[in-house]
């Protein structure tokens, strides 16, 4: 499946905001934020310009899209089921996106960023309910348990990533079991309970026109 294979962190400074997709680079000073929180590109520094609605709207989605590591086609699949499901369609959309099964896989803490849980789902290093699955894409549903397969409950990454985990990380919705690498979908998040700092209904009011 298709994905951006370019630098990561030009898309943060592209947003003006850290979207952590690098990992423990995005918490340390090496994060090119911290120097350099201005627009890629050679004249980057003098974009001053007053930004459309439409512009704002654009701006959104492009950091949504961008933090979950999807492309324009698969984001407009995602916002499309969002808007047949029952109830907000903002809240959906992002039910929908923490419900994969690269994102949980980051959440839990196997990863220590989205693109690289989206590598270990594809290179089948994890098991829903038994089973193997290698589409990131998948959606986990309540009470689904992601288990390491046992060839590769020794991957440096996954180790080093439950290693930097931190008490506050962890959140209300999932379960981790650090001992015998497995981690539990209890329920799908409320949008309070989902910790990005985005505004969905300008996504919404985007692909609504």
């Known amino acids: 499946m298709a994905c951006y294979t370019g630098p990561v962190c030009k898309l943060c400074r592209r947003e003006s905001q850290k979207l952590f997709l690098k990992g423990s680079k995005c918490t340390s000073p090496k994060c090119p934020i911290e120097s350099r929180n201005?627009?890629?590109?050679?004249?980057?520094?003098?974009?001053?310009?007053?930004?459309?609605?439409?512009?704002?709207?654009?701006?959104?989605?492009?950091?949504?899209r961008r933090m979950y590591g999807l492309l324009e086609t698969q984001f407009r699949n995602c916002y499309v089921r969002a808007v047949k499901e029952k109830g907000v369609t903002g809240e959906n959309l992002l039910q929908i996106l923490e419900s994969r099964v690269d994102n949980i896989v980051y959440r839990i803490g196997f990863a220590p960023?989205?693109?690289?849980?989206?590598?270990?789902v594809r290179h089948r290093h994890f098991t829903i309910n038994g089973k193997v699955v290698d589409i990131p894409s998948y959606q986990i549903k309540p009470g689904d348990e992601i288990k390491v397969r046992e060839k590769s409950r020794k991957l440096d990454t996954i180790h080093q990533s439950l290693r930097r985990i931190r008490e506050g990380r962890q959140l209300s919705w999932l379960e981790l079991n650090k001992a015998n690498l497995t981690g539990t979908l209890l329920e799908v998040p409320t949008r309070e309970n989902i910790p990005v700092e985005v505004n969905e209904s300008l996504i919404v009011e985007l692909y609504s026109k």
């Open 38 to 64: 201005f627009p890629p590109g050679q004249h980057g520094q003098n974009r001053r310009f007053k930004q459309s609605e439409y512009g704002t709207q654009l701006r959104e989605k492009q950091k949504v």
């Open 113 to 120: 960023s989205r693109r690289a849980a989206r590598q270990l």
